[in-house]
């Protein structure tokens, strides 16, 4: 499997997350489901952070690797910063992040309209 299989299917599996993300929130007793969640999330990114490396051939050291599972948020952005340079860094920053908003809401929005079939 190619390294742009693997970021693809980082990407759909980072939707399911989203979407299971809207029935979590609504349950009284969450927590189990939310740390779940955030571990799939900082597996399947750093999945998709592996793969960008291989296809670049850019070498990312075992810290880096847990900085990506601790705290995503600021790790991407500085792999994306170093990798690409400042100027494709920031373009590429701005593409992951809408592409993670998009993720999110359309996940929350399939996940409210699949609670309320249910519920229904």
């Known amino acids: 499997m190619t390294p742009t299989h ?3 299917i980082a990407l759909a599996f980072l939707f399911l997350v989203a979407v299971n993300s809207a029935f979590v929130d609504g ?3 969450a927590s189990g489901g939310m740390l779940i969640e955030g571990v ?3 597996l399947i990114t750093l999945m998709w952070l592996n793969a960008d490396a291989r296809q670049r051939q850019v070498t990312v050291t ?3 690797k847990v900085g990506v ?5 600021v790790f991407i952005p500085v792999y994306l910063l170093r990798t690409r340079g400042w100027r494709s860094g920031a373009q590429r920053l701005g593409v992951f992040l809408v592409h993670f908003i998009g993720i ?3 996940g929350g929005i399939i996940g409210a309209v699949l609670k309320h079939v249910e519920s229904a």
């Open 104 to 106: 999110s809401l359309s």
């Open 6 to 8: 693997i970021k693809r």
């Open 62 to 64: 075992r810290g880096f």
């Open 27 to 29: 349950e009284k007793d």
């Open 69 to 73: 599972i601790l705290i995503s948020g």
């Open 40 to 42: 799939l999330f900082s």
